[in-house]
């Protein structure tokens, strides 16, 4: 901030004389500001790459000379209390700044870094705790983490020396694995822990060893048969403790794996999540949602000459696909639609290189095994029948991708979708992206153009209508069965059937979503999060533009810019909150009445 803005600034704020002609023409300098950073985005950028630093520096670093940041190998004691350090003096540093002199844009920063910085000495501390009781089955450690603690400064090793701690290491393992094969069962969290501690050893080890190896005569004579004997026990010990977690085995007949995490878990996570609702009444907005969008099924479907029987009207619906090979063009249709009635009612300024430039991709096979529909960002990836598929699923790819189901995606995907996302947060307040990850922002926007477009008419015929509103309903329903397989009321097989049956899925394309859900490393509140963060975005919108104090075009600008914010910092953002240091979720953004 150059003086003369900061003058400026301290003027607002203390009511200093000047000008009123200067303080437009500077107001304005700072809105632009503001556009880019804030008073605490510099503190919010540092801490994200000391963060890095530290992961750089203390974590396992590869022969390349790179370490492998945001990999699953754990901390090691000494990273996790050097973490547990820069956090404090975090803390600290936000502690100094006068809180109640920033801009809303400061304030939502500061809240935001501060319960980051606070959730991650919450992580590390359980951590430590954990680490303490599996510490017993991994005798053996403290003996890699010196040898990779040493090879961070390039330390001479004595090779004969370092040999044989690996095979003092070695001996200590075989003990460990024996008394770990006699046990019935290891909890399930503590097993799934112990196996990332396994894995960060053993990339530790790896680590050190090509530091070495090669370079140093006396080390590559003495310790590559060690080094291969330990490596090998430290694969088969992973093994074990894998087979004694006791976690829970769906024996449901679905194939899916996952892990539940009870309801105590999902309130704490929505929590942090700034959503001021429980698992439980998140499910009763569903149901109430789902209501909703059979009742306008049945008018689209009555319309079509189906009378009640919606899911007859949607097997039509389904039948329309386009023959082999025409699906691109469909999306272009699409995506010209969408883009065409986004400017005939003065939505949105669009970007027009945003528009320009998306790309588009064919999904692989594989891919739709666990993901059956389109996907998108830089891109959007097409989900249709390759050669390689069976008959049957060829026939259900195409019916799940026809060109109504397709209506409510493609937008979805590319402008205003996600690719508008990419393109806008790519350049503005860029540091929120990576800062205040959340999918109630990445997927709470392009759902929120899914309701917009549909009350404003986009879908014109009933079909178009039953199309955009099969993924209204499955909106809902992954709040329904994610939070009931999380609470350990549905297994997965109970999903896919729910989707089918109640939803209108084909079957295999249900697993699919079913499959991605609880094991494609998802967080457990991403799916919930689509319907829930477009409901909140919704909600701001008819606070904001349906009383009208913002326009459309200013509403949806304003939102873009912000980049990724938890949707109840939006709010407080657009409307001016006067927030607190130690801010709690509160927003009651939807009306059960």
Not at 193 to 200: P, R
Not at 387 to 407: A, E, I, V
Not at 474 to 485: D, L, N, V
Request: aromatic letters at 12%; charged letters at 25%.
């Amino acid at each position: 901030m150059t003086c003369k803005l900061r003058n400026t600034f301290a003027a607002l704020c203390y009511g200093i004389f000047i000008p009123a002609f200067a303080v437009a023409q500077q107001t304005t300098q700072l809105t632009s500001l503001y556009e880019q950073a804030s008073e605490v985005s510099g503190l919010v950028v540092q801490y994200g790459q000391d963060t890095r630093a530290i992961a750089y520096f203390y974590g396992p670093m590869s022969s390349g000379g790179y370490s492998r940041w945001g990999s699953s190998s754990a901390n090691s004691p000494e990273q996790r209390e050097r973490m547990l350090k820069l956090d404090n003096e975090y803390l600290d540093k936000l502690n100094r700044l006068d809180f109640d002199g920033m801009s809303i844009h400061g304030q939502v920063d500061y809240v935001l870094l501060k319960r980051k910085i606070e959730a991650s000495l919450k992580d590390l501390e359980e951590e430590a705790v954990q680490y303490r009781r599996v510490e017993q089955y991994i005798p053996f450690s403290e003996t890699i983490y010196d040898v990779e603690a040493k090879r961070r400064r390039g330390t001479s090793v004595d090779g004969a020396a370092f040999a044989q701690q690996l095979d003092d290491a070695l001996a200590a393992l075989e003990v460990a694995r024996d008394a770990v094969e006699k046990l019935d069962k290891i909890d399930q969290n503590d097993a799934t822990f112990l196996a990332g501690v396994l894995e960060g050893l053993k990339s530790r080890l790896k680590s050190a060893y090509d530091f070495y190896n090669g370079y140093d005569p006396l080390f590559t004579w003495w310790v590559p048969e060690p080094y291969k004997a330990l490596d090998e026990a430290l694969d088969s010990y992973l093994k074990v403790i894998r087979s004694k977690s006791d976690a829970k085995v769906f024996d449901d007949g679905s194939n899916i794996a996952g892990q539940p995490i009870g309801r105590e878990e999902l309130n704490r996570q929505l929590q942090e999540e700034l959503i001021a609702y429980t698992a439980d009444e998140l499910l009763e907005l569903a149901d109430k949602e789902f209501a909703w969008c059979e009742a306008e099924l049945l008018k689209a479907s009555r319309e079509m000459g189906f009378g009640d029987d919606w899911k007859a009207a949607q097997e039509k619906v389904k039948n329309s696909y386009v023959a082999p090979g025409k699906q691109p063009e469909l999306i272009i249709k699409l995506n010209d639609d969408a883009m065409q009635f986004i400017k005939q009612h003065e939505l949105m300024d669009l970007p027009p290189l945003a528009e320009e430039t998306w790309g588009m991709i064919m999904m692989t096979p594989e891919r739709q095994l666990v993901n059956p529909f389109f996907t998108g960002g830089r891109e959007i990836s097409v989900s249709y029948p390759t050669n390689t598929m069976s008959h049957d699923q060829k026939l259900m790819s195409m019916r799940g991708n026809n060109p109504y189901f397709s209506r409510g995606t493609v937008q979805h995907e590319l402008v205003p979708g996600h690719h508008l996302q990419y393109f806008m947060n790519s350049r503005y307040k860029t540091y929120r992206r990576e800062a205040f990850n959340t999918p109630f922002w990445t997927e709470g926007w392009t759902l929120y153009w899914e309701l917009l477009l549909y009350n404003k008419g986009f879908a014109k015929t009933p079909e178009e209508r039953i199309g955009m509103l099969f993924w209204r309903m499955h909106r809902c329903a992954r709040i329904t069965f994610s939070i009931k397989y999380h609470l350990g009321e549905w297994t997965p097989q109970q999903c896919i059937d729910y989707l089918v049956n109640r939803v209108g899925h084909e079957p295999a394309n249900a697993h699919g979503e079913v499959k991605r859900s609880f094991e494609a490393n998802y967080s457990p509140l991403y799916q919930l999060a689509y319907l829930v963060g477009g409901l909140q975005l919704y909600s701001i919108k008819k606070e904001l533009v349906d009383s009208g104090k913002m326009t459309f075009k200013a509403f949806h600008e304003a939102v873009i810019k912000e980049n990724y914010l938890p949707m109840e910092m939006v709010h407080a953002t657009l409307t001016n909150q006067k927030l607190k240091r130690d801010y709690e979720p509160n927003w009651k953004f939807y009306d059960f009445n």
